[in-house]
């Protein structure tokens, strides 16, 4: 298998040489290190977005857009699907880095996480990825500083020139777009945390439609969310029959119908105090080869609409 850093390295030259038509901008740090905003102070875009999402996944699958209703109002898709799902969502687009510093609060996505490969999922695969170059997406609603910058280089054991940190808030065009091309991912996680060798899924496409942008990130957070466990569908192709396939969907958590505005608002915050379980597709279809199919939840269009403010 070829470097899923190498891989995404040269979708990040693509943003680069298009900066300008995506509406993105980038910087080098006094480290050497090089910021790219997406969605921060820049505009970035639908575009910007779905080439985001395609870096984070390590150009392992193909995102598209596409026209669809929510409560009966015209609203975009965001569709994802891929054959390599293992690599593509749990080693790469996962949002599995915290960066937590005195001037910085973020997430990590994407490839730098296999260079590293301390979590779960490395170990259970048995991929580690070596590559000179790195890219760690980077959700936050400020830039990365050079802090942020020199603890990638040093987890990755490479220089900070040798780092790329695509940005964006949430709140923000292309955080609506890589919140909905999550749905996917999700599935594949809840399927791993519930032990399923994630090695018998052979293909997944996931869909969400795209929640409106807020610059209230308290706000962006919720619905990005909703758009997942209240509007996102799931389709994926398995090798092995499992018991467990009911967890996948976001009705398998205890506080499901509460949006997630109000779920995080109750736990202060606190991610860690939600049911994990309730962060999932709304929908899913399980095929089985030489088996059975399964169709799992259902979408919730109230929650949608009142979550997107129809």
């Given at each position: 298998m070829?470097s899923?850093?190498?891989?995404?390295?040269?979708?990040?030259d693509?943003?680069l040489?298009?900066?300008a038509?995506l509406?993105i901008e980038?910087h080098e740090?006094?480290?050497?290190?090089?910021?790219?905003?997406?969605?921060?102070?820049?505009?970035g875009?639908?575009?910007?977005?779905?080439?985001?999402?395609?870096?984070q996944?390590a150009?392992?699958?193909?995102?598209?857009?596409?026209?669809?209703?929510v409560?009966?109002?015209p609203?975009?898709h965001?569709?994802?699907?891929?054959?390599?799902?293992?690599?593509?969502?749990l080693?790469?687009?996962?949002?599995g880095?915290?960066l937590v510093?005195?001037?910085?609060?973020?997430l990590?996505?994407g490839?730098?996480?296999?260079?590293v490969?301390e979590?779960a999922?490395?170990?259970?695969?048995?991929?580690?990825?070596?590559f000179?170059?790195?890219?760690?997406?980077?959700?936050?609603?400020?830039l990365?500083?050079?802090?942020?910058a020199?603890?990638?280089?040093e987890?990755?054991?490479?220089?900070?020139?040798?780092?790329?940190?695509?940005?964006?808030?949430?709140?923000?065009?292309a955080?609506?777009?890589?919140?909905?091309?999550?749905?996917?991912?999700?599935?594949m996680?809840?399927?791993?945390?519930?032990?399923?060798?994630?090695?018998?899924?052979?293909?997944?496409?996931?869909t969400a439609?795209?929640a409106?942008v807020?610059?209230?990130?308290?706000?962006?957070?919720?619905?990005t969310?909703?758009s997942v466990?209240?509007?996102?569908?799931v389709?994926?192709?398995?090798?092995?029959?499992?018991d467990h396939?009911?967890?996948?969907v976001?009705?398998?958590?205890?506080?499901?119908s509460?949006?997630f505005?109000?779920?995080?608002?109750?736990?202060?915050w606190d991610?860690?105090?939600?049911?994990?379980n309730?962060?999932?597709?709304?929908q899913?279809?399980?095929?089985?080869?030489?088996?059975?199919?399964?169709?799992l939840g259902?979408?919730?269009?109230?929650?949608l609409?009142d979550?997107?403010?129809l």
């Amino acid at each position: 298998m070829d470097s899923i850093n190498r891989m995404a390295i040269e979708l990040v030259d693509e943003a680069l040489d298009f900066a300008a038509e995506l509406g993105i901008e980038g910087h080098e740090l006094d480290s050497g290190a090089t910021v790219i905003d997406f969605g921060v102070d820049a505009d970035g875009g639908v575009e910007a977005g779905m080439l985001l999402t395609e870096i984070q996944t390590a150009g392992l699958a193909t995102v598209q857009t596409r026209m669809g209703e929510v409560a009966g109002t015209p609203r975009p898709h965001v569709e994802i699907s891929t054959d390599r799902p293992a690599l593509a969502l749990l080693c790469s687009q996962k949002a599995g880095w915290e960066l937590v510093f005195d001037d910085f609060d973020g997430l990590g996505s994407g490839p730098a996480r296999a260079l590293v490969g301390e979590e779960a999922e490395f170990h259970e695969l048995g991929y580690y990825d070596e590559f000179d170059l790195t890219v760690l997406a980077v959700e936050s609603i400020d830039l990365p500083t050079d802090e942020v910058a020199e603890h990638v280089a040093e987890m990755t054991d490479l220089e900070p020139s040798a780092i790329f940190l695509p940005t964006y808030a949430t709140g923000s065009l292309a955080g609506s777009v890589t919140g909905a091309a999550r749905t996917a991912e999700l599935a594949m996680f809840n399927l791993f945390e519930l032990g399923y060798d994630p090695t018998n899924v052979v293909s997944i496409s996931g869909t969400a439609p795209l929640a409106p942008v807020s610059y209230d990130e308290s706000v962006a957070m919720g619905r990005t969310n909703d758009s997942v466990a209240y509007g996102g569908q799931v389709h994926m192709t398995v090798r092995e029959d499992f018991d467990h396939f009911d967890g996948v969907v976001s009705s398998a958590g205890s506080e499901y119908s509460v949006p997630f505005v109000d779920l995080f608002e109750d736990a202060e915050w606190d991610f860690s105090e939600v049911d994990p379980n309730v962060f999932g597709p709304a929908q899913a279809t399980i095929d089985v080869i030489d088996g059975p199919a399964y169709t799992l939840g259902e979408t919730d269009e109230e929650i949608l609409a009142d979550s997107f403010d129809l």
